[in-house]
């Protein structure tokens, strides 16, 4: 069975700090990684994708993965209140799948 | 109109009822999927489709049946429906690609079945 697992939280961090966010995997051949970003009610939405071993930033975000570890990571750094939501981490087990772990519930305390 | 659409946003109806839930994709993707999200719990994968076939059908109750006419559009029919069966259904569209594709989501329907 593949699997995307997630701590559920919830991550309590206060305004301003650095969030971290982590995620492993179990299929060893996933190329493409994904984080999303979900409010409550809301539909999920992209925050980053990575493909290669290392980093990869997009303004606050930075994304991070190790291929040998099957582990990717997300770092939100200067965290706002409205980073409060749950991050969707979903790695691809086929061309046209992927497979989102259960989510980490981010909570930012003003 | 951009990105993924779905209608209806909200739907109520009994369990005898007949319904169908409507996606629509403007992006050029040739993949779509459907997804169940019932309250407080995680993505659940229904089916997936790959240049209107269908590739995955995650063991889901022959109640939901899923039509894909073309790579832009999915529609999910739903009759005699459970009140287990309210949820957020989503749909998402890809580009199928080596190695996997970003999913795009659309904005959800809200399903309650009295």
């Known amino acids: 069975q593949k699997e995307v697992e997630q701590n559920s939280g919830p991550l309590s961090v206060p305004e301003g700090a650095i969030a971290s966010l982590n995620c492993t995997y179990s299929?060893?051949?996933?190329?493409?990684f994904f984080w999303y970003r979900q409010y409550s009610g809301k539909s999920p939405e992209l925050i980053m994708s990575?493909?290669?071993?290392g980093d990869k930033e997009d303004g606050r975000f930075t994304a991070q993965l190790n291929k040998a570890s099957q582990y990717v990571s997300l770092l939100i750094r200067d965290s706002q209140p409205s980073d409060s939501a749950t991050y969707l981490c979903?790695?691809?087990?086929?061309?046209?799948?992927?497979?989102f772990g259960k989510g980490t519930r981010l909570h930012i305390l003003p | 109109e951009t990105g993924v659409t779905q209608t209806p946003r909200h739907l109520v109806m009994g369990m005898t009822n007949k319904k169908s839930l409507k996606c629509e994709q403007h992006?050029?993707?040739?993949?779509m999927y459907w997804y169940k999200q019932s309250a407080k719990k995680p993505l659940e994968l229904m089916f997936v489709?790959?240049?209107?076939?269908?590739?995955e059908n995650n063991s889901v109750p022959s109640r939901f049946s899923p039509e894909c006419p073309n790579s832009s559009h999915l529609f999910l029919h739903l009759h005699t429906l459970q009140p287990e069966d309210s949820a957020l259904y989503l749909c998402?569209?890809?580009?199928?690609?080596?190695?996997?594709?970003?999913?795009?989501f659309g904005p959800g329907t809200r399903l309650l079945v009295l």
């Open positions: 998402a569209s890809s580009q199928v690609v080596s190695g996997g594709g970003t999913q795009y």
């Open positions: 299929d060893r051949v996933s190329q493409s």
């Open positions: 990575i493909y290669s071993n």
């Open positions: 979903a790695a691809a087990v086929r061309d046209d799948k992927i497979i």
């Open positions: 992006l050029g993707h040739n993949a």
């Open positions: 489709y790959n240049f209107k076939e269908q590739t």
